[in-house]
């Protein structure tokens, strides 16, 4: 079955500086990648998503890049704020199950 | 609007007592998931609802049953609860059939097991 891993489990970075956060995923026929942003005491919520036949996507300050041949994926954060403190979770997905790496818990210092 | 509802918010069971966990979605989605979420391991699947009427194992269906009670409502029931299940339980839905539509989660359950 489909394995996700994702690096690093926590990441602490100063208020405008960037994030990323990395992903791979073992099943070639992964075909959906989204991405799920998670605050304190609430359910995971969308915050971007690709398909495998888009390199990259981005959304203002979030993107999404796409490597299918390395089969790994990376969501970037530019210019940080201090609500964008939360759980973020990647997930990769065939035409029937959609699978989650274990969480990055990024901290925005001020 | 509500979205997706969850009950109850909290929850502490002895072993070997049972419970059912509610959720509905006023989306009209077609299909209906239930999570657990524990430390370091992400979300992880217990059973699915592709449309009404239709019920599906996920990842780590042992210890629960689940009822799809109509297109809204979708439960998730302890016959007789463990310790190894005190987890969070998050509830979503999407509205396609199928793994590749967003889903929308619930506020989800704590759910203790002593």
């Known amino acids: 079955g489909e394995n996700v891993e994702q690096h690093p489990s926590t990441l602490s970075v100063q208020e405008g500086d960037s994030a990323v956060i990395k992903c791979t995923y073992s099943?070639?026929?992964?075909?959906?990648f989204p991405w799920y942003k998670q605050e304190l005491g609430k359910g995971p919520q969308l915050i971007i998503d690709?398909?495998?036949?888009?390199g990259e996507k981005k959304d203002q300050r979030i993107a999404v890049t796409l490597n299918k041949t390395a089969k790994h994926f990376s969501l970037h954060i530019t210019e940080t704020q201090p609500e964008d403190s939360a759980v973020y979770f990647c997930?990769?997905?065939?035409?029937?199950?959609?699978?989650f790496g274990a969480g990055t818990t990024v901290t925005v210092r001020a | 609007n509500a979205g997706v509802t969850q009950t109850p918010k909290f929850q502490v069971l002895k072993t070997g007592q049972s419970m059912t966990l509610q959720c509905a979605q006023d989306?009209?989605?077609?299909?209906m998931y239930w999570y657990r979420q524990d430390p370091g391991m992400g979300l992880r699947l217990i059973y699915y609802s592709a449309s009404e009427g239709t019920t599906d194992k996920g990842e780590v269906p042992n210890g629960y049953n689940v009822s799809r009670l109509n297109k809204r409502e979708f439960s998730l029931r302890l016959e007789s609860a463990a310790p190894s299940q005190t987890s969070v339980y998050f509830c979503?839905?999407?509205?396609?059939?199928?793994?590749?539509?967003?889903?929308?989660f619930g506020p989800g359950t704590r759910l203790t097991v002593t």
């Open positions: 979503a839905s999407s509205a396609g059939q199928g793994p590749t539509y967003e889903q929308y």
């Open positions: 099943d070639s026929a992964s075909n959906y």
């Open positions: 997930a990769a997905s065939t035409s029937y199950k959609l699978s």
């Open positions: 690709i398909r495998s036949n888009v």
């Open positions: 989306m009209n989605h077609n299909s």
